[in-house]
């Protein structure tokens, strides 16, 4: 219990956004994906997820760790199939926003969502490190009270706004890790994830490698870090971490280009060059292949899921 502890109390938490949304028409998107977490509380109507088609029940909740590309269908199956760039592009299609506040639980066919970070020090993205698939939480009314509570206070310009989202926020992601643990799901991937917090050799590369996402970041220079040999250090990382440290480090590094897309207009080719990517071309090859769309859909992104 205590390495959990310690897990809850280094995580830092960011609210994203949240909504609630409407459904136009059923269809399936085979490759749903976003960089940050995402609960969906399903108010009425049918939503099912996974190559086996999981239903989620109204009331209960499908959390989608970020990272983590997975099949989902909202309303009856039988709709059409689409790819997460399309649902990025034409998504006032299939759904309407909701921002009467009596409608939030009643409206058909509709849902809730809340997408927040979670972080471990700040560096290590915790839901996505599990590396486990989405998954279904039922019976959890309290988890599912504060994705309403979000979702009223974004609708409401009131005083202790923002403040009341980031308690919530930070206690819907305890709440998950309560749940995981309750019913003891991912043991492993949890058992894994308490070495983060008994090496501090390994908390030293996560800030340097958060720090210096623009400058090299080699095993060379990691190895200096972490005072491990060259040789040893890409080893010594995914021992720790079951990942390699120049994948993780492309992570971190698109990761951090997607915040800077959706949060400045700074050109494609400073952002890249900002993250560690000399060569734009390269930048944006690798953005695709990483998320599916290219950086500059990307940076559209915002608008278009603020429908």
Known sequence: MEDYNKVIESLGVRYIKAKNLVLQQPFTVRNYYDVGNNIILLHKGRVSFGEDDQVVEEGDMLFIPGGRATRVTYGETGGKT???????????KFFHSNADLDLISDAEESHSFVSFEAKVFDSVNFFASLDVPAFLISGNSKLANLVIKVVEESLQEL????????IYTENIVVEIIRYILKNKMFVEQLATNSTYFKDPRLIDLFNYIKENLGGDLSNKVLSGVANVSEDYVGQYFKMLTGINPQDYIEYQRMERAVFLLRTTKKSIRDIGKEVGYKDTAYFCR???????????????RESAMNI
């Not at 689409?82 to 006032?92: A, F, M, P, R």
């Not at 292949?289 to 500059?296: K, R, V």
């Open 286 to 300: 690798r953005f695709k292949m990483m998320f599916g769309i290219p950086a500059g859909k990307m940076r559209r």
């Open 82 to 92: 689409i790819t997460n760039d399309d649902l990025i592009s034409n998504k006032d």
């Open 159 to 166: 005083p202790g706004r923002e403040r009341l989202i980031s």
